[in-house]
């Protein structure tokens, strides 16, 4: 059985990556990873409180560590934080991977995110920030993506579908 992830998300916060992903995850009959949950299960508490205690300099250092070990390890679906692309090793590790961008305009990047609860870089004027970092990592993603899925409007299960379509040979 390949340890090479069935297909890798990347998106911004909003996308869709951790509720596509486990939809996507079903319907391929793998498992699904987030390297989200890898660095809160490594840290011991929660991304919020590793921005506050540590800083985002050591979160970053954790999210690579998450990112290889997910590529490395993992067979299924790993949706990958919103800011892992900003790492060139990131980006150069995602060469050969199978990578769906889910694309998300404002508008429905703030519906979904609500007030950044929980997102330690959308604490202070969500919605600006927001935008910011989507404009910041849009050609980022764009680089890493072997496919881009939009999903404005849509229903995690409809993308979920579209994705699975897309991995079939």
Do not use: W
């Not at 987030?34 to 800083?55: N, R, S, Y």
């Amino acid at each position: 059985m390949s340890t090479r992830p069935v297909c890798v998300l990347v998106g911004a916060p909003g996308s869709g990556k951790t509720t596509v992903g486990r939809a996507l995850a079903v319907a391929l009959g793998v498992e699904f990873r987030d390297t989200d949950t890898d660095i809160e299960q490594l840290a011991g508490k929660p991304i919020p409180e590793i921005f506050v205690d540590e800083g985002e300099e050591h979160f970053r250092t954790l999210e690579r560590a998450a990112v290889a070990a997910g590529l490395a390890s993992h067979p299924g679906v790993l949706a990958l934080g919103g800011g892992a692309v900003l790492a060139e090793e990131n980006r150069a590790a995602l060469i050969g991977h199978t990578v769906v961008h889910l694309s998300v305009e404002l508008p429905d990047a703030v519906k979904r995110v609500g007030l950044g609860s929980g997102r330690p870089l959308l604490a202070l004027n969500p919605r600006a920030t927001l935008k910011h970092l989507m404009e910041q990592r849009r050609p980022l993603y764009a680089e890493v993506a072997t496919a881009t899925v939009r999903t404005d409007g849509r229903d995690p299960e409809e993308i979920a579908t579209e994705v699975a379509a897309l991995l079939k040979p």
